[in-house]
Structure formats: structure tokens, C-alpha cells
């Protein structure tokens, strides 16, 4: 009996993983009353091309200023506004924007912050870069 009740809890347990819909590219921060989500769509030359998606129920998030509450944080430790927002949909509790910061030529690293959104004051969202070969 402990056998198949142990089986079935690893099942159980794999299967939520599996359904998450969460990948590498994609980071959550749930603190405070809204939840911010960011995922990394594109790191070229081009540009740092990212997804971000803000979800709370304790109000509405019509008032925060993307341009604003985002940045790319370099190596430096210095950030750089997006330089674009496109495709904002959403209002009330849930937003979402693709953001467009440019390129940083050479990084080995995208820091994403997100300031001043739902009382948190910093949230920093890392990935790891592949180096260019």
C-alpha cells in the first residue's frame, strides 16, 4: 500500500511540473499583492526582446508605467530603459507588453528589473547567455 501511495504522490507531483507551462525562458516573481512574470524571448544583437505579464486581484494595475518600472541591467550595474513597448494588452488585474531594451553587445548575462510594482521595490530577473561561437 505505501508503494502505490508513494508512486502515485510522484506521479501526481510530476505531472503538475510537467503542466506548469513554465520553461527556462520564463521567470516568476510572486511577492507582494501582484505577480510579475517576465520570459525571455530574444537576446541578439538586435535587442533583449522580452514578454512581461502582471496578475494581482488586490486592484488595478492601469496606473504603472512600463517605460518606467522596467529596465536592463548591465554588468556595470547601471540600467538602461526599454527602448520600446509594444503589443500592451490587458487592464484592471492583468497586463501584459512585449518590452525591447537594446542590444548589449558582449553580455554574458540579461538582468530584467522590475521596480515599484506592487509595493516590492526591486525584482531582478536573470538569465544565463550562451556565448557566441
Known amino acids: 500500500m505505501r508503494t502505490w501511495l508513494s508512486i502515485a504522490v510522484f ?3 510530476i505531472t503538475a511540473t510537467a503542466s506548469s507551462g513554465e520553461d527556462a525562458a520564463t521567470k516568476r516573481d510572486r511577492q507582494g499583492p501582484v505577480t510579475v512574470t517576465v520570459t525571455l ?3 541578439s544583437t538586435s535587442g533583449i526582446k522580452t514578454r512581461v505579464v502582471l496578475d494581482t486581484h488586490a486592484g488595478s494595475l492601469d496606473g504603472i508605467a512600463l517605460e518606467q518600472a522596467m529596465s536592463l541591467r548591465g ?3 547601471a540600467d538602461t530603459a526599454p527602448a520600446t513597448i509594444e503589443q500592451v ?3 484592471g488585474h492583468h497586463r501584459q507588453a512585449v518590452v ?3 542590444a548589449a553587445a558582449g553580455a554574458t548575462e540579461v538582468r530584467i528589473v522590475v521596480k515599484h ?3 516590492i521595490a526591486e525584482r531582478v530577473f536573470r538569465w544565463s547567455l550562451q556565448p557566441a561561437r
Do not use: Q
Open 11 to 13: 506521479l501526481v507531483l
Open 41 to 43: 524571448l530574444e537576446a
Open 75 to 77: 554588468s556595470s550595474g
Open 89 to 91: 494588452t490587458g487592464g
Open 100 to 102: 525591447v531594451f537594446p
Open 117 to 119: 510594482v506592487g509595493g
